[in-house]
């Protein structure tokens, strides 16, 4: 896998993507916990630092492929994620960098450092209609490393300017940040938040997506949002097989987004695509081996669990969920829009999509 012009460091001629520039730039350190690279080639599966790799992007706006997609439009400052989720779906995306799914994804983070200007010089194309553009369809854009790089204040106030609608999914408790902008942007455009909280149960989370914020800092996300009068979906998602679909956890985590002013939550069983599928796998032989069975039974024949089970939880959560006065007819998230939606990121079999 080779790249041009995608540096940092600008150099001009072709390089390996797993050739760090001969003198590391002088930013090279205290990336919100992020190192820079050696000198030395970036291999596949390294232990060590977590490391940021910072390039310049040639375009920032993704088409998402797909006769009638959920989103036409994609903004990802970042490729990997922090987040360390074991089933996340986008881990194939790092075997296009000759870098594996598993490690490689949590720990060699990508960082389009140009994100900012690209947008505004995109959207100031004649050829952009102002369509709708989704953020956190493939990875976290308040993942770690944004507290150091900042690229979505920069992001936000470009579309904001453009007046662009746009929707923003995250586990982060990061965006608050961005609260002032993010009000501003709603005054003139469609925006739209979401928070992913799969469970509110804290010790499977650890173990899970180790790299995210508990279930109740995400929450308190959604509370604040909804305090400043930005509305807040919630994904329940992923509900894992065996770990988190019993009556008495749906019950317990509805209540919960319901508390904290959420306006709709919509349930989403877990998939496993290539890539995270033998990152999940591995977990589960670690931690619930006698889950096994199960996940044989429900994803033997591919990344979907069957469709009856599919329909077992789904129907719970949204019963459940018309009990605590969520996903009531007429709210703001029924008025037109469609909210992002982590089993509709289909573009991830496109190598190389936005680097």
Same mark, same amino acid.
């Given at each position: 896998?080779?790249?041009?012009?995608?540096? %940092?460091?600008?150099?001009?001629?072709?390089?390996?993507?797993?050739? +760090?520039?001969?003198?590391?730039?002088?930013?090279?350190?205290?990336?919100?916990?992020?190192?820079?690279?050696?000198?030395?080639?970036?291999?596949?599966?390294?232990?060590?630092? /977590?490391?940021?790799?910072?390039?310049?992007?040639? $375009?920032?706006?993704?088409?998402?492929?797909?006769?009638? *997609?959920?989103?036409?439009?994609?903004?990802?400052?970042?490729?990997?994620?922090?987040?360390?989720?074991?089933?996340?779906?986008?881990?194939?995306?790092?075997?296009? !960098?000759?870098?594996? #799914?598993?490690?490689?994804?949590?720990?060699?983070? !990508?960082?389009?450092?140009?994100?900012? %200007?690209?947008? @505004?010089?995109?959207?100031?194309?004649?050829?952009?209609?102002?369509?709708?553009?989704?953020?956190?369809?493939?990875?976290? *854009?308040?993942?770690?490393?944004?507290?150091?790089?900042?690229?979505?204040?920069?992001?936000?106030?470009?579309? @904001?300017?453009?007046?662009?609608?746009?929707?923003?999914?995250?586990?982060?408790?990061?965006?608050?940040?961005?609260?002032?902008?993010?009000?501003? +942007?709603?005054?003139?455009?469609?925006?739209?938040?979401?928070?992913?909280?799969?469970?509110?149960?804290?010790?499977?989370?650890?173990?899970?997506?180790?790299?995210?914020?508990?279930?109740? /800092?995400?929450?308190?996300?959604?509370?604040?949002? $909804?305090?400043?009068?930005?509305?807040? #979906?919630?994904?329940?998602?992923?509900?894992?097989?065996?770990?988190?679909? #019993?009556?008495?956890?749906?019950?317990?985590?509805? /209540?919960?987004?319901? /508390? +904290?002013?959420?306006?709709?939550?919509?349930?989403?069983?877990?998939?496993?695509?290539?890539?995270?599928?033998?990152?999940?796998?591995?977990?589960?032989?670690?931690?619930?081996?006698?889950?096994?069975?199960?996940?044989?039974?429900?994803?033997?024949?591919? $990344?979907?669990?069957?469709? $009856?089970?599919?329909?077992?939880?789904?129907?719970?959560?949204?019963?459940?969920?018309?009990?605590?006065?969520?996903?009531?007819?007429?709210?703001?998230?029924?008025?037109?829009?469609?909210?992002?939606?982590?089993?509709?990121?289909?573009?991830?079999?496109?190598?190389?999509?936005?680097?």
């Amino acid at each position: 896998m080779r790249w041009e012009n995608l540096r %940092e460091d600008g150099t001009t001629e072709q390089t390996s993507l797993f050739e +760090a520039p001969l003198t590391p730039p002088d930013r090279g350190t205290g990336r919100a916990g992020l190192a820079t690279p050696s000198p030395d080639p970036i291999r596949a599966g390294q232990d060590g630092e /977590a490391l940021a790799i910072e390039i310049r992007a040639r $375009s920032i706006i993704n088409r998402v492929p797909g006769a009638d *997609p959920m989103f036409r439009w994609t903004i990802n400052p970042y490729r990997g994620c922090a987040h360390a989720c074991v089933y996340c779906f986008a881990r194939r995306t790092h075997e296009y !960098l000759d870098l594996d #799914s598993g490690r490689d994804f949590d720990t060699r983070i !990508l960082v389009k450092t140009n994100a900012g %200007e690209l947008l @505004r010089a995109q959207l100031a194309r004649p050829s952009w209609r102002g369509e709708h553009i989704a953020m956190g369809t493939n990875t976290d *854009p308040y993942q770690r490393a944004e507290g150091h790089y900042r690229l979505m204040p920069q992001i936000i106030a470009a579309l @904001r300017d453009a007046a662009n609608p746009f929707s923003i999914l995250t586990k982060g408790t990061m965006i608050l940040r961005d609260l002032d902008l993010l009000e501003q +942007a709603a005054r003139v455009t469609e925006v739209g938040l979401a928070v992913s909280v799969g469970s509110v149960d804290d010790e499977v989370r650890r173990t899970v997506e180790p790299g995210t914020p508990s279930a109740r /800092a995400r929450l308190g996300v959604v509370r604040r949002l $909804s305090d400043r009068g930005l509305t807040c #979906s919630v994904l329940m998602a992923p509900i894992l097989p065996g770990l988190t679909d #019993s009556v008495e956890q749906i019950e317990r985590t509805v /209540a919960a987004i319901a /508390a +904290a002013g959420a306006t709709r939550v919509t349930p989403i069983v877990l998939h496993l695509r290539p890539g995270a599928r033998e990152w999940y796998r591995a977990w589960l032989e670690r931690e619930h081996p006698r889950l096994l069975p199960l996940y044989r039974e429900l994803y033997g024949h591919g $990344s979907y669990a069957r469709a $009856s089970y599919q329909r077992i939880v789904t129907t719970a959560v949204r019963e459940i969920a018309a009990r605590h006065g969520l996903n009531r007819p007429g709210s703001p998230r029924d008025a037109g829009r469609r909210e992002p939606a982590e089993d509709a990121q289909l573009p991830l079999d496109l190598p190389m999509a936005g680097v």
